[in-house]
């Protein structure tokens, strides 16, 4: 046994609580016998020397009486060992047994009382050999006993902590057999219902999210290098066809050209890619302001405007008159309604139409992006905003599958919901569901920006 495990120090204090409890009821007991003891022979003398004075003043009075020789006949009938001694103011005498002085192991009561005109003094008197026989009986009995009864608790105790914390064990050789590699284990959960099998339970939860988490975390970084393998492919490619013999000028352009966008394809792949690693690690910085939810869609929409008039397809817009004012980083959300409408715009046939629009109820600001076009399948609609997710080659129109993952970041960021209804064949619409906030009323991150700002301004 390990001189520091758990069950070395439950079995070291159930001894210790043990022992001290035997010797505490040791002693109480001792103690309380004792003062028993000595209390009933206190009692009992009482009562001797009360009979001895009612018996003495009777024969007393009557006339012509041998008192000494009557109080001998008494005398004789006490327990054994008993001694009196009795001593009048004229010179009365008398003492039992007969010159035999009270010794040290006795106990004797003293006490005063009047006969035929004269005063006494009695002293009634026991032998404590009795009461001292028992008591040392008894201390040697818990003395000897204890000590078993110490030695035995050891020994329970040490098979009972061993019971009790085999379940711990138990958890432990499961613990040691779960790694990286197989975090599909889990812990065994002891039919008890106690402390031991809640923890094993929550310890069992744990794994399940980390198993699930290093399962994404390795998909995503598969998805990633197979997307980041293709850009990467055509640059290498592309400059090798091009240094591998003289071409005219015109060829390396188109080559330079092919260069320059694949590597603008793979930098905003990286960029999502670590704004959403950021996200993740909880990292990202989105200072909030009063922001105007139509502003932002109608800025989208005319940026938007020239992409969506060279593929056929008009966007219009359903924002209201009344300023819709929430808490939010500008450019973020502007990014997500521009990742919506890029999508949108995407998946929607030529001569079809997009609809930005926003409602306002019961404190809640609704930012909705629908579009008539090919729409998502049921079986699609609940991993679309999965990192690299796309459902089909058919849909597959450009991109690399971060669009809808990056905007449902954002929306979490800003305490958003961003949900999506779909019918094949009938178009998608995505709706963002902020909270509402008061436009007169600066968040600390626009105070903090707007004072500054007058700082640098007055230092001008």
Not at 154 to 168: D, T
Not at 305 to 313: E, N, Q, R, Y
Request: glycine fraction near 8%; charged fraction near 20%; proline fraction near 4%.
């Amino acid at each position: 046994m390990r001189t520091r495990s758990l069950r070395f120090r439950l079995t070291i204090w159930y001894t210790a609580v043990l022992t001290a409890g035997l010797a505490l009821f040791g002693t109480l007991l001792w103690l309380s016998l004792r003062h028993e003891l000595n209390a009933d022979l206190e009692r009992d003398l009482d009562g001797r020397a009360a009979r001895f004075e009612s018996f003495f003043r009777s024969e007393s009075a009557e006339p012509g009486t041998h008192v000494s020789e009557e109080l001998q006949e008494f005398c004789q009938a006490l327990p054994p060992g008993s001694y009196i001694n009795v001593r009048g103011s004229r010179g009365f005498t008398f003492r039992y047994p007969a010159g035999s002085p009270a010794q040290s192991g006795f106990r004797v009561l003293d006490r005063k009382f009047s006969a035929n005109g004269e005063e006494f003094d009695l002293e009634v008197g026991a032998p404590l050999a009795d009461i001292t026989r028992f008591l040392d009986l008894l201390r040697l009995l818990l003395w000897s006993l204890i000590p078993v009864v110490i030695a035995l608790g050891c020994i329970g105790g040490a098979w009972l902590s061993g019971r009790a914390l085999k379940p711990v064990q138990d958890v432990t050789n499961a613990a040691l057999a779960i790694s990286i590699e197989n975090l599909s284990g889990r812990l065994p959960v002891p039919a008890t219902g106690d402390e031991i099998a809640s923890l094993a339970a929550v310890l069992n939860s744990m794994l399940a999210r980390l198993e699930a988490a290093v399962t994404t975390l390795s998909q995503f970084a598969g998805d990633a290098s197979h997307e980041l393998r293709t850009p990467l492919a055509v640059i290498r490619t592309t400059a090798e066809l091009a240094l591998r013999r003289e071409r005219a000028p015109e060829a390396y352009r188109t080559a330079l050209q092919e260069i320059a966008s694949e590597s603008e394809r793979m930098t905003q792949l990286i960029e999502d890619l670590l704004v959403l690693a950021r996200s993740d690690a909880g990292a990202v910085d989105m200072p909030r302001a009063a922001v105007d939810v139509r502003e932002a869609l109608a800025e989208v929409g005319e940026e938007m405007a020239s992409l969506a008039k060279a593929a056929g397809i008009r966007v219009t817009t359903a924002l209201g008159d009344r300023p819709v004012i929430i808490s939010a980083n500008r450019q973020a959300l502007h990014r997500l309604f521009m990742l919506l409408l890029d999508n949108a715009l995407k998946y929607s046939r030529a001569g079809g139409e997009v609809i930005l629009s926003v409602t306002r109820g019961e404190g809640l600001i609704s930012a909705s992006v629908q579009d008539f076009g090919e729409g998502i399948g049921e079986a699609d609609l609940p991993h679309i905003f999965k990192r690299f997710y796309q459902a089909d080659q058919s849909r597959s129109v450009g991109g690399h599958g971060l669009g809808l993952s990056l905007a449902e970041t954002i929306a979490q960021a800003h305490g958003a919901e961003i949900d999506v209804r779909s019918t094949l064949g009938k178009g998608t619409i995505f709706r963002v569901v902020f909270h509402e906030r008061d436009a007169h009323t600066p968040t600390p991150t626009a105070v903090s920006k707007m004072a500054a700002k007058t700082e640098a301004l007055a230092g001008l």
